[in-house]
């Protein structure tokens, strides 16, 4: 299939222009369809949206905000699995100036400005905060060209800041995970900034918590029990004011309580009344996504970024194999062996292993146990000699050809003499994709060989250094790689974050990339968001028919940009997808379908 194409994309669409608009935008042929919003009801009982009379009660029984990941499960037994399923979704983050009125200017300024930005915050707003974060599933069918949620689905479900978790692995138990409300240290309420995720093929949703920093408060002494390892990741953090009414998100008075978030957490999307699980065999850190293929012995292989400027790609390999049996393989996730990568300069690599007791990790560096080395992968990582990453966020596994695709966003803080061939260029602000192939095609080889497959930014400006195909358009380049998905034929479809018009001229959105042959490091705009939104988790269904994503953040302030005025709820950027005056925009999942019915990867 690969071979003999032309440098002309084989992708048959007419492309999308790259103009930002406020609306969302999909290319000519297909439908784009909102799905579901920000406050629409979930489980039963739920009352509609009303901005102006927004409560916990009500927030925890609608959809939440920042839908991230989606994955796609169908239902079991139903006629056409590509049209009947349940669509599991993160809710990552809030933005609390766009979602509450009269936070004001000065707030969402300060938030921008690394400064205390709470004055408006209330105990109330920030249990509605609490409740608009985790997941929902819901059960969606498609008639004709059109999806709708199922009402009063058995399977409907919230997962909130407060559901309660279990912890499982290596980490359960061990007194780095004990705190007042829980001195087992096996029990957790709620799972946070859940970014990007993966399907397992026993039929779990495996979510990942990444900006877990940003929820505690509190002062970092140096003789914090924890010092060292909440420096690594960046705790306090204080995005968010949490700690101000909660105790667990202050470390001076809860200081365990921070080790509890960091990880993989595995649901049964099938049992509303399922305990979600914390695998801590994978390892504490900002985990981007989780996602899997089968090794060639049966073990499965979850692939996943730490997305912070010189973190590391990780992998871990479970003990057990896969028979996809959903209660013989429940517990896969808590044994196996957490690796982490090293980009030789040859074009090889290197899984270097996360194991207690090996090489520098033991007790004379603070490593006593395997429940040591899982809290402080980080640490741990830094000590085997990972390679520093430009910010690795999605990775994905291709099953055709095995070569497994490493989205790597940018990294504006690399120096000239901290580049390496996985990541050659300093100042790297659009990013670049890594291709990566396992030694024998086996997903648990600790040896891999690699390339790079684009780096991005707009080709037309020497100095940016990008190495798109030249079949590419002027439309169809891209910064800012973040989130994948792969076609039957083996494309990858990438999502953007932080594409913005006065950086690249474009907003975010999806570009189909060619892989294989003449048309290599070809791409193409299918879809795009509206001002101040990222394009974020894009999943096809089974019979390639529908392709849904999800609207993050839309009308948010363009950061970067000084000129831009703060976005706020009174003054969006955009009031998609409502476009109604007292309405502020609604992060949303859209469904595309092809206009007549038909794969959409064509
Ligand atoms: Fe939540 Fe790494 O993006
Ligand atoms: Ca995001
Ligand atoms: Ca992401
Ligand atoms: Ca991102």
Redesign the pocket.
């Known amino acids: 299939k690969a071979e003999g194409r032309s440098t002309t994309p084989s992708f048959a669409f007419e492309e999308l222009s790259s103009t930002p608009t406020e609306h969302a935008e999909v290319a000519n042929g297909y439908n784009a369809q909102v799905l579901m919003r920000w406050g629409d009801p979930v489980l039963s009982g739920a009352p509609a949206f009303d901005p102006a009379a927004q409560t916990s009660a009500a927030q925890a029984r609608q959809f939440g905000y920042n839908n991230?990941y989606l994955g796609y499960f169908p239902v079991p037994g139903a006629a056409e699995p590509g049209r009947h399923g349940l669509l599991c979704v993160n809710h990552?983050y809030t933005n609390e100036e766009l979602m509450f009125p009269g936070l004001g200017v000065q707030d969402a300024r300060a938030k921008r400005q690394g400064r205390e930005p709470f004055a408006s915050m209330t105990p109330e707003l920030v249990a509605i905060e609490m409740m608009a974060h985790g997941g929902t599933v819901i059960e969606v069918k498609r008639e004709g060209e059109t999806w709708q949620v199922v009402a009063n689905s058995r399977y409907a479900r919230r997962i909130t800041a407060e559901t309660e978790m279990e912890i499982t692995g290596p980490a359960a138990g061990h007194p780095r995970m004990q705190t007042n409300a829980d001195p087992t240290g096996r029990k957790v309420l709620g799972m946070l900034?859940n970014?990007?995720g993966g399907r397992t093929p026993w039929g779990t949703w495996v979510t990942c918590e990444?900006?877990i920093n940003g929820y505690f408060s509190g002062t970092r002494t140096p003789d914090h029990p924890e010092a060292r390892n909440y420096q690594r990741m960046g705790i306090p953090g204080r995005w968010m004011n949490w700690g101000d009414y909660h105790e667990r998100f202050d470390i001076n008075k809860e200081p365990n309580e921070a080790n509890r978030f960091g990880w993989v957490v595995e649901i049964d999307p099938f049992d509303p009344n399922s305990v979600p699980k914390k695998r801590t065999a994978i390892g504490r850190f900002?985990h981007?996504g989780a996602a899997g293929i089968t090794a060639k012995g049966g073990q499965y292989v979850l692939y996943a970024?730490d997305?912070q400027r010189f973190d590391y790609v990780y992998k871990f390999v479970t003990a057990g194999t896969v028979s996809g049996d959903r209660i013989r393989d429940k517990d896969l996730l808590d044994a196996g062996t957490l690796h982490v990568a090293r980009y030789n300069a040859d074009g090889t690599g290197d899984w270097l292993r996360l194991v207690h007791g090996e090489g520098p990790l033991t007790a004379a560096n603070g490593f006593n146990s395997q429940a040591d080395v899982v809290i402080e992968a980080r640490r741990a990582s830094d000590l085997l000699g990972a390679t520093r990453m430009d910010?690795p966020?999605d990775v994905e596994a291709n099953p055709q050809t095995d070569k497994v695709y490493v989205m790597l966003?940018n990294n504006n803080q690399r120096k000239d003499d901290q580049v390496n061939a996985a990541n050659p260029r300093s100042d790297n602000r659009f990013g670049h994709i890594i291709e990566m192939l396992p030694d024998g095609r086996d997903h648990a080889s600790t040896r891999f060989t690699w390339d790079i497959l684009v780096r991005c930014g707009d080709p037309s400006i020497a100095a940016v250094g990008a190495t798109f195909n030249p079949a590419t358009t002027k439309d169809g380049w891209f910064g800012m790689p973040?989130n994948c998905a792969i076609d039957a034929e083996g494309r990858l479809w990438v999502t953007t974050?932080g594409n913005m018009p006065h950086k690249t001229g474009r907003n975010d959105g999806v570009w189909a990339m060619e892989t294989e042959g003449a048309a290599r490091g070809t791409s193409k705009l299918f879809f795009k968001v509206p001002f101040g939104a990222e394009m974020c988790g894009p999943e096809f269904t089974p019979d390639g028919e529908t392709f849904f994503v999800a609207v993050q953040h839309p009308g948010e302030s363009d950061d970067e940009n000084p000129n831009a005025p703060p976005a706020t709820f009174e003054n969006p950027a955009t009031r998609w997808p409502d476009f109604k005056p007292d309405t502020p925009p609604r992060p949303s999942i859209v469904a595309i379908t092809r206009k007549g019915g038909g794969r959409i990867a064509v």
């Open positions: 991230d990552e900034n970014c990007a990444e900006n900002k981007e970024g997305d910010r966020e966003t973040d974050d």
